[in-house]
């Protein structure tokens, strides 16, 4: 069984990287334990290579952490594994300033630009882009008509300004909870 914050950390794993990592993922979360790459190899029945590769590709997105310390016999380094599960909603938060920044880049290039459309496969070209083909199609030949992006704009500056609003409220709650 998992619990809310399991699934929402599943599908973050699985929105950021891919089907393929929530299966380690979902493994770790229930052992609710650290573990070793070699024990999670050795239990999941893959290379110790691609569990290390995995789990280095969800350390980068802040789902797993490792401890690490120096095997007395041998002098190398254990890593021992586990999902951030208290962290989750630092990671939400910062992958939501990262879709705000996108969004506001995609909102600074819609309104700094003026568009022409082909009317036939619906591809959209800038001003400089149209007036290089003639205001001709390059794929298709048909002449490319003016496209007003105000409502794309419109769509862009709500989209942001609910996310900012979000962000604002989860920092305060963060701050509050701290």
Do not use: H
């Not at 797993?64 to 999902?83: A, E, F, L, M």
């Not at 082909?118 to 490319?144: H, I, R, V």
């Amino acid at each position: 069984m998992t619990s809310n914050v399991d699934e929402l950390i599943l599908n973050l794993a699985k929105s950021l990287l891919g089907e393929e990592y929530t299966e380690l993922l979902e493994f770790l979360l229930n052992k609710k334990t650290e573990m070793t790459d070699d024990e999670i190899a050795n239990e999941l029945g893959i290379k110790v290579n691609e569990i290390r590769k995995k789990l280095y590709a969800l350390a980068d997105q802040g789902l797993v952490s490792y401890r690490k310390s120096r095997d007395k016999d041998t002098g190398w380094y254990i890593y021992y594994w586990k999902v951030n599960t208290e962290q989750i909603n630092e990671i939400l938060l910062n992958r939501k300033r990262e879709i705000l920044e996108k969004l506001k880049a995609r909102l600074e290039y819609e309104s700094n630009n003026e568009f022409y459309m082909c009317p036939e496969d619906k591809s959209k070209y800038t001003f400089d882009e149209a007036f290089e083909n003639e205001f001709k199609c390059p794929k298709c030949g048909s002449q490319l008509i003016y496209y007003d992006s105000s409502k794309v704009r419109q769509v862009l500056e709500k989209k942001i300004n609910e996310l900012q609003e979000e962000i604002d409220k989860e920092t305060k709650l963060g701050a509050k909870s701290s």
